[in-house]
């Protein structure tokens, strides 16, 4: 293959007729997600709660979360 300098190069180099148009790839299929039998693992906790209370259950949940 021959190389050319950018001073050489012309028009007529560069067709514009680019012959099949190119594909666009399809995109892949995301499963639905299954629905699973463990339960939530994070803390619920009411606003109508006192705030020790909260304070207490949001204890337990950190210290049960490290155990684990």
Same mark, same amino acid.
């Given at each position: &293959? *021959?190389?050319?300098?950018?001073? !050489?190069? %012309?028009?007529?180099?560069?067709? !514009?007729?680019?012959?099949? =148009? #190119? /594909? @666009?790839? @399809?995109? /892949?299929?995301?499963? *639905?997600?299954? =629905? %699973?039998? %463990?339960?939530?693992?994070? #803390?619920?906790?009411? !606003?109508?709660e006192p705030e020790e209370?909260k304070q207490q259950q949001?204890?337990?949940?950190? &210290? /049960? @979360?490290?155990?684990?």
């Amino acid at each position: &293959m *021959k190389k050319y300098h950018a001073n !050489e190069l %012309t028009d007529e180099d560069f067709p !514009e007729d680019k012959g099949k =148009p #190119i /594909k @666009k790839r @399809k995109a /892949k299929k995301v499963p *639905k997600l299954k =629905p %699973t039998i %463990t339960p939530f693992r994070g #803390i619920l906790i009411c !606003e109508s709660e006192p705030e020790e209370l909260k304070q207490q259950q949001y204890k337990q949940y950190r &210290m /049960k @979360k490290f155990v684990l």
